[in-house]
């Protein structure tokens, strides 16, 4: 009886030391910090010249022109986007933004997105790829760094996204804050 109870009482002991030093571990810190705007120019009939992304499929009552009216449910946009250091669409660009995003629901308005900056620039060369949930209403959105190549081989993070500039249906720019945990 007192072998059982002391092996409860050092099961508990155990367990509340491992439980408490969990608590107070810190975060892991950054390996690398970039911050970059990726400008979308969305195709709708008349700006071919300018654009970097087209709708590539639609629901039934849309058009591969116009988004979706309210919560755009059912478009799928494919891009290539210019990346900048900068908020200014006519600085520079460091590299591409290539991928596509599809709005996921019809409630409200939220998009899902995959893609990657090529980059290619005298102080980054490779890419960095993204995937995640973008809920558009949020200011500030988290979606995940699942992997890279040159200077970013097998990079691991998260990326902040926020909404930076929108000019009606056809241009908005996204400020792309990422913190790499995982860097080779």
């Known amino acids: 009886m007192k072998e059982k109870r002391l092996s409860s009482i050092l099961f508990i002991i155990v367990f509340l030391c491992g439980s408490t030093s969990m608590a107070f571990r810190q975060r892991p810190q950054p390996c690398n910090h970039l911050v970059f705007y990726f400008h979308d120019v969305i195709y709708n009939g008349e700006n071919a010249g300018n654009a970097t992304s087209a709708i590539v499929a ?18 799928m946009v494919i891009f290539d986007d210019p990346i900048t250091s900068d908020n200014n669409l006519h600085s520079p660009p460091v590299g591409r933004a290539q991928g596509m995003y599809f709005y996921d629901k019809k409630e409200i308005f939220t998009a899902w997105l995959a893609f990657s900056f090529v980059l290619n ?4 060369k490779g890419t960095i790829n993204f995937a995640g949930a973008d809920p558009l209403l949020n200011k500030t959105r988290d979606i995940s760094v699942i992997g890279g190549t040159g200077d970013f081989f097998m990079a691991r993070g998260m990326a ?20 790499l945990y995982e860097c080779y």
């Open 160 to 179: 902040t996204l926020s909404t930076d500039a929108i000019e009606g249906e056809v241009y908005f720019r996204l400020r792309v804050d990422i913190n």
């Open 121 to 124: 620039s005298t102080n980054h």
């Open 58 to 75: 639609a629901p039934s009552w849309g058009n591969l022109t116009i988004l979706s009216r309210l919560s755009r449910f059912g478009d």
